[in-house]
């Protein structure tokens, strides 16, 4: 069937709206008609990337209407709603044992551009394959053709367009902390970074009941916004010394912290502020080739501790986690429309600007 992308034809382009060639639903997949994508960083750093094999069609938080169901697919049938996440396999032991966000088969899944395993392309252009099913998705498009299990049916009350990042950077944000840290009620936090990802941790934070929460970023709007979702002080690193100012807040050091910016840099500062007994969580994505460097003897003697998280975190499915996440939603504590801008699909470029430079929090691309 002929469906709209936004095409990148090379590296860093601007995207272009064309009709692309989509392939009929294989067994187990869902076709699903986008009402509205969220865009994330990560669409942005694979953008950057100059290997790809071009023209490709990136987008990872969809959420639209099942239009068509392959072969054995029982979870979804046309006209159900669904937000869509990263794609799992099902079967390697982290898929097994409940947390598919780190599944074995995870760069084979979301990262090989949708070519089947006869080596044809489920997108084409022209005749000539596009680079798609990006994480799973690619839903920069008027349809996705995703994975039955990287949908998620959703009641039709919902608001598609208010929902929509909850696929990735409401999740990832909501999952570092609920999920992974599991931070004690009473306890102090800090989150570096105010953008999508920071601000879900934020809150989620404030649902888990830590006392002291922490906001650092250098943009003002942003750490304003930070205080409206429940942070209890803000650290504006443009101005201050924010390791200094942190020890004073929380009395010697953080419980917990949460870097949400994806700078080696401030992973360091994330290590450093940790006090007795402390937890940092690295959720910023740094790129391929960043190190960071923290002091071994420091941390020893801390009793300290160092992970890592992606989408839902561990020990949970993106399945139940994003149905948690509705319910919080509904319940006003997880008001993720306070992120959001909206753009017609015809703007993408100006929600990847607007993105860049940090003026919209979370971009949402609106497809009717
Ligand atoms: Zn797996
Ligand atoms: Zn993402």
């Not at 382009?13 to 994330?40: H, K, M, W, Y």
């Not at 250098?218 to 942070?231: F, I, P, W």
């Not at 703007?347 to 691309?365: E, F």
């Amino acid at each position: 069937m002929k469906i709209h992308a936004a095409l990148a034809h090379a590296s860093n382009s601007q995207f272009s709206i064309e009709e692309i060639d989509l392939a009929e639903p294989g067994p187990g997949d869902v076709l699903v008609r986008v009402v509205a994508t969220g865009l994330c960083h990560t669409d942005l750093t694979v953008l950057a990337n100059p290997a790809l094999p071009w023209p490709a069609v990136f987008g990872h938080e969809g959420a639209g209407i099942v239009e068509k169901v392959g072969a054995g697919v029982s979870k979804v049938v046309p006209g159900d709603h669904v937000l869509m996440s990263t794609a799992s396999c099902g079967k390697c032991p982290k898929c097994l044992s409940g947390s598919p966000s780190y599944c074995s088969n995870f760069r084979a899944m979301n990262m090989s551009g949708g070519r089947c395993a006869d080596g044809s392309c489920t997108h084409t252009h022209n005749g000539k394959p596009v680079f798609a099913r990006f994480l799973g998705q690619s839903s920069f498009a008027s349809h996705v053709l995703a994975g039955e299990r990287s949908v998620i049916k959703v009641a039709q009350d919902l608001p598609l367009e208010t929902l929509a990042p909850l696929g990735c950077g409401i999740q990832t944000g909501a999952g570092a902390i609920l999920n992974t840290l599991r931070p004690r009620p009473g306890s102090s936090l800090v989150v570096f970074g105010a953008g999508g990802v920071g601000l879900s941790a934020l809150m989620a934070a404030k649902i888990s009941g830590c006392s002291k929460l922490i906001v650092v970023d250098k943009v003002a709007s942003r750490l304003e916004l930070a205080l409206e979702l429940g942070a209890t002080h803000v650290v504006n690193a443009a101005e201050s010394d924010v390791p200094a100012a942190i020890r004073e807040i929380t009395g010697g050091g953080a419980d917990y912290s949460v870097e949400a910016v994806g700078a080696p840099k401030v992973m360091e500062q994330a290590i450093d502020v940790l006090g007795q007994g402390g937890t940092a969580v690295l959720v910023g994505m740094a790129g391929a080739e960043a190190s960071v460097s923290f002091n071994p003897i420091v941390l020893q003697n801390k009793g300290a501790t160092i992970k890592g998280s992606i989408m839902a975190g561990e020990n949970s499915l993106p399945e139940l986690f994003i149905g948690q996440l509705i319910d919080y939603w509904r319940q006003g504590r997880l008001p993720v429309e306070k992120l959001l801008r909206y753009y017609d699909f015809k703007d993408i470029n100006q929600a990847v600007h607007d993105a860049h430079d940090g003026s919209a929090i979370k971009p949402v691309i609106r497809m009717l």
